[in-house]
């Protein structure tokens, strides 16, 4: 079996130069902090070693076109569909956010300014949809209309998580059905779209849909984790940086929803109209970790990457790729970044 990363860099060899091609036909204007954003520039001109994300998306539409049987570059198109959409998402939530760094440098919003991140996310939006229909066969069309159905679930799961903010309590199953959206639609569509491209049996394209749902649900669950008890060094945002911004994330929803003294005392850290500092943050963690908000969302990654396994039982899959999307599965639960 080979290991997750090695996985990763093959789709990133194959989608990466499907992507560029796509990304370099847009204007002038547009061009440069695209590139920017995906770590082909650099803002002096010097070319960059950033890579552009972990390549999960990608791996997993080459691995569910090569799990029906067909060779990998029949999924490479969707693939980079998936990953426009998913970078246009990511321009468009840092500006949400306001953060100020991703990938271990300044994001698209604050070195260009908001009007140029916001136009370059909108302009990776469109050119997914774009090189899907240069050739609008029957295959790219259904990919087409999958992609959009899983977009409009993602950005419904953006709203609702924009939404927590107003709320002055969120349960644990809020963020997960907000979650399916927000991260499972868009992972469903990305380990399924190569088998849909590949003409695929329905029973075949749905076991993956739902295998990418579940593991998005799992990838975001650790996400959560990493985003307050990961080391910035690695995962390249601020130490605490969702506590720091007040995120009602899965650990801190199981904990203000909670009938503990944690959860009184998390509240009116959350309630503070000043800035957080160090020290509230620390005992944020302290509290979460005390009502068992970390050991809860731990619990629900994992029953989620059950679920995904699961799902791939029973439809016919190529025993190689078959066995990569069970690695690929290891590697969501063990990442630190």
Not at 45 to 50: A, D, H
Request: hydrophobic share 40%; charged share 25%.
């Amino acid at each position: 079996m080979k290991s997750a990363p090695s996985i990763l860099e093959r789709a990133r060899q194959i989608v990466e130069p499907e992507i560029e091609t796509a990304v370099n036909e847009l204007c002038p204007e547009l061009l440069f902090p695209v590139r920017y954003h995906f770590g082909w520039q650099e803002i002096d001109g010097t070319p960059s070693s950033v890579r552009s994300g972990k390549g999960l998306r990608p791996a997993l539409a080459i691995l569910s076109a090569e799990a029906v049987g067909e060779p990998a570059t029949t999924g490479a198109l969707g693939a980079a569909a998936v990953e426009l959409i998913h970078n246009f998402s990511l321009i468009h939530d840092d500006i949400i956010d306001g953060d100020t760094e991703r990938r271990h440098r300044t994001t698209v919003w604050k070195a260009f300014g908001v009007n140029d991140a916001v136009i370059s996310g909108d302009a990776l939006h469109t050119l997914a949809f774009q090189i899907l229909l240069l050739d609008p066969s029957p295959e790219r069309v259904t990919a087409s209309s999958r992609l959009a159905k899983a977009t409009t679930l993602m950005l419904a799961g953006q709203a609702a998580d924009m939404s927590f903010n107003d709320q002055p309590i969120v349960t644990f199953e809020d963020c997960v059905a907000m979650e399916a959206g927000k991260t499972g639609a868009l992972l469903g569509c990305a380990a399924s779209i190569g088998a849909v491209l590949s003409g695929a049996q329905k029973n075949q394209i749905d076991a993956l849909d739902q295998y990418g749902q579940k593991l998005g649900i799992a990838f975001q669950a650790i996400d959560d984790i990493l985003g307050i008890w990961g080391d910035s060094e690695i995962t390249g945002k601020p130490a605490g940086n969702d506590l720091r911004e007040r995120k009602k994330s899965m650990p801190v929803a199981f904990t203000l929803s909670s009938n503990t003294i944690e959860a009184e005392e998390l509240k009116d850290i959350y309630n503070k109209q000043t800035d957080l500092n160090d020290a509230e943050i620390k005992r944020a963690k302290v509290l979460i970790e005390k009502s068992g908000g970390k050991e809860r969302t731990q619990e629900e990654a994992q029953n989620q990457l059950s679920s995904a396994l699961k799902a791939l039982e029973g439809a016919e899959f190529e025993d190689k790729p078959l066995e990569e999307l069970q690695e690929i599965t290891v590697f969501v639960h063990e990442r630190d970044h």
